[in-house]
């Protein structure tokens, strides 16, 4: 997929003085210049939208602008690139854009790179690690003046500015920006003990994705700083490194097949844990009467499905928007250091599908309260 700006030139049939224009010619930017009366760099000022061009009389900024769609002109890019030593391109490889949380990055890390008047060229890989150093070698050869890596753990070294999101890129000069893991395990387990759980069962990510190492390290780490055991009997891992509800349901679905001596669950991500309860109603349990759940992420759909999903907000507009930017002035400031993290922080948001623990919350696998459950408010 590519997004961006176009490299092109414009044919004009007739100036707006008279002068007749060969249909095969094209209007470059001294033309257009002359055309108008104007200096090139007052064209070329008002046409960037330079910061230095605002303060040009409205009127001929008007007058340019009217000139450029009349005889359909664009910038030539190649020709700033010469100029410059830079694409002015950048390239984004992800492993898919399918599920909620990549769109929401990527929706960030667009809305900067345009504003930048940045072409971008986005590539998916579906972690496969051939498409990785492939699509990382291409991207080079296309000039492009950086990298943006998302969930996207292959040590790449390549010879210009790299910023990972997700990725936890070990190579060097790479700028990875992660989130704090240890905390969002914290915020989690502490709202679930405050409730009264302390059989809980876990969801681990699949063994592909990059986070999911780090975030059940954090969660195994957390839970023994706070008393919170974490039961083999009760942790179960997603098979599938593609993110969708299915997965959770299915995990979901064996885990209560083997015991329902728990009264919540924490998903590794949002997309699994809306498959997660509806496996969990299925079985004729309630959320969050019978089992609480806590997903990861918040993408769009966890405030707006039944019960609303209480989860682990990562700040995604702003770990793709800060991607971007670090991106950016890593280009414009070759020379600069940079850290090699930069760690955004996580927050707790409570919704509808987490609740104290009930009386006789526990079953055995065959549906029987077990005694000893906690009582509602605990």
């Known amino acids: 997929m590519t997004q961006g700006k176009q490299e092109s030139t414009a044919t004009p049939h007739r100036s707006k ?141 390549v010879p210009a500015p790299a910023v990972a999101v997700s990725s936890h890129n070990p190579a060097p000069g790479v700028t990875n920006v992660v989130l704090d893991h240890d905390l969002a395990a914290r915020l989690a387990l502490t709202h679930l003990k405050k409730l009264g759980h302390e059989r809980i069962a876990f969801m681990q990510g699949a063994q592909g994705i990059t986070d999911a190492k780090y975030r059940w390290k954090s969660i195994l780490s957390m839970a023994k700083e706070m008393g919170i055991a974490v039961r083999p009997e009760l942790s179960v891992q997603l098979e599938e490194t593609r993110q969708t509800p299915e997965a959770g349901y299915h995990v979901m679905k064996e885990l209560l097949k083997r015991t329902r001596e728990f009264t919540a669950v924490f998903c590794f991500n949002d997309i699994s844990a809306l498959g997660a309860m509806r496996a969990i109603m299925d079985a004729g349990l309630r959320v969050p009467d019978d089992i609480s759940v806590v997903g990861f992420d918040d993408i769009i759909a966890a405030a707006y499905c039944k019960p609303s999903l209480t989860t682990v907000k990562q700040p995604l507009q702003e770990m793709g928007a800060r991607a971007a930017q670090v991106l950016l002035d890593r280009i414009a400031n070759p020379s600069q250091e940079w850290p090699a993290e930069i760690v955004m922080e996580p927050e707790l948001v409570v919704r509808e599908s987490t609740g104290p623990v009930r009386r006789h919350a526990l079953a055995d696998q065959n549906g029987h309260p077990i005694a000893g459950g906690a009582k509602r408010g605990a």
């Open 17 to 157: 003085t008279g002068s007749a224009q060969s249909a095969k010619s094209t209007l470059n930017l001294r033309q257009l210049a002359e055309h108008l009366r104007l200096s090139q760099t007052t064209v070329s000022l008002v046409l960037n939208n330079s910061p230095a061009g605002r303060s040009i009389p409205q009127r001929t900024r008007d007058r340019v602008f009217e000139a450029a769609r009349k005889f359909h002109y664009r910038p030539n890019y190649f020709a700033r690139s010469l100029r410059n030593s830079r694409s002015m391109s950048v390239g984004v490889i992800v492993p898919d854009l399918s599920d909620g949380y990549f769109p929401v990055v990527m929706s960030a890390i667009e809305k900067r790179l345009l504003k930048a008047h940045y072409f971008y060229v986005t590539a998916s890989h579906y972690r496969r690690p051939e498409l990785v150093e492939e699509y990382s070698r291409r991207l080079m050869e296309r000039a492009v003046d950086g990298l943006l890596l998302l969930d996207t753990p292959a040590q790449i070294q």
